[in-house]
């Protein structure tokens, strides 16, 4: 079973549900989501810090530069995912979901040169085909919903 896969999933689920149902714009829902997280985090950097096994402190100014970059790099996309959050559909969004993943796929097939066996072009295909399927369905106009019939108007 591939647990790490459908917690990622789920995870990933409920916090686009979550963005796209409070109303706060991206900038203050991500502020409250730093407050909420903020001292948890504080925490466990001091207690990794004092158990010896942190790497914040004893490897110099670039590495805490990179650390600290590391806010940053992660604060803007997350920014611009909850303001997409509040205006396109969750479908839609969840079908963007699937271009980071691949995107890193491809790098590492094509730049790095990493081994692909035929079961995981297989999975790949298959996961695709999915994705195909769901957007062709996504994207096929509807029919404008039948209204449901009224009390029977008699002809005089």
């Not at 917690?7 to 409920?14: C, D, E, N, Q």
């Not at 590492?108 to 692909?116: K, Q």
């Not at 035929?118 to 039948?146: M, N, Q």
């Amino acid at each position: 079973m591939p647990w790490l896969g459908l917690a990622l999933a789920v995870s990933f689920g409920t916090y686009g549900l979550i963005k796209k149902t409070v109303p706060l714009s991206s900038t203050t829902s991500l502020t409250a989501e730093g407050v909420v997280l903020g001292l948890p985090a504080l925490a466990l950097v001091v207690v990794l810090e004092l158990a010896g096994v942190g790497t914040l402190t004893g490897h110099g100014a670039v590495h805490v530069a990179l650390l600290i970059s590391a806010g940053p790099v992660t604060a803007v996309p997350l920014l611009l995912y909850g303001a997409a959050a509040r205006r396109i559909p969750l479908t839609t969004l969840g079908t963007l979901m699937y271009l980071t993943p691949t995107l890193q796929f491809l790098w590492g097939v094509l730049v790095v040169g990493e081994a692909m066996p035929a079961e995981r072009w297989v999975g790949f295909g298959l996961v695709w085909l999915a994705l195909v399927i769901f957007t062709v369905d996504l994207l096929r106009p509807r029919s404008t919903p039948v209204a449901a019939p009224g009390p029977a108007v008699e002809a005089r």
